[in-house]
């Protein structure tokens, strides 16, 4: 029974120690569709995006001089390789899924909007 016990906390820790999160946590449930029904082109104010969902990660212009907002958030969890005695060492990486919120501004009202979903992978060593 305690064997047990100590394999299933290992095994936990291994879990929680496999996960990452990063950006703006607002977006972190977000879909294209829930994205559409809560701001709206031609309607939404910068105020209420920044209500919603707070400060952009990134600011910038376009070359019409329209504001550009973006939000990212990514999250990856370690591959299970890397937890492989000598193989993990000389080896590594992490598969996840990145989200980005892009919304163009003209003047203070929205655009344009896009959220788009992808995979992500990373690999370090031989």
Known sequence: ?????????L????????CESSGNTSIRHETSE???????DNQTTKEQV???????????????????WKYDFTTSHANG????????????????????LTIIYNNDVVWHHTLSSS????????
């Open 81 to 100: 390789t890397n937890f492989i005695p000598y193989y993990g060492a000389f080896s590594s990486g992490s598969h996840g899924q990145m989200k980005s």
């Open 1 to 9: 029974m305690k064997r047990i016990s100590i394999a299933a906390c």
């Open 11 to 18: 095994g936990a820790v291994l879990l929680v120690s496999g």
């Open 34 to 40: 829930t994205i559409d029904q809560k701001i709206h």
């Open 50 to 68: 920044r209500a919603m969902f707070g400060d952009p990660l990134n600011t910038s212009f376009t070359d019409s001089g329209h504001e550009i």
């Open 119 to 126: 995979a992500v992978k990373t690999h370090q060593g031989l």
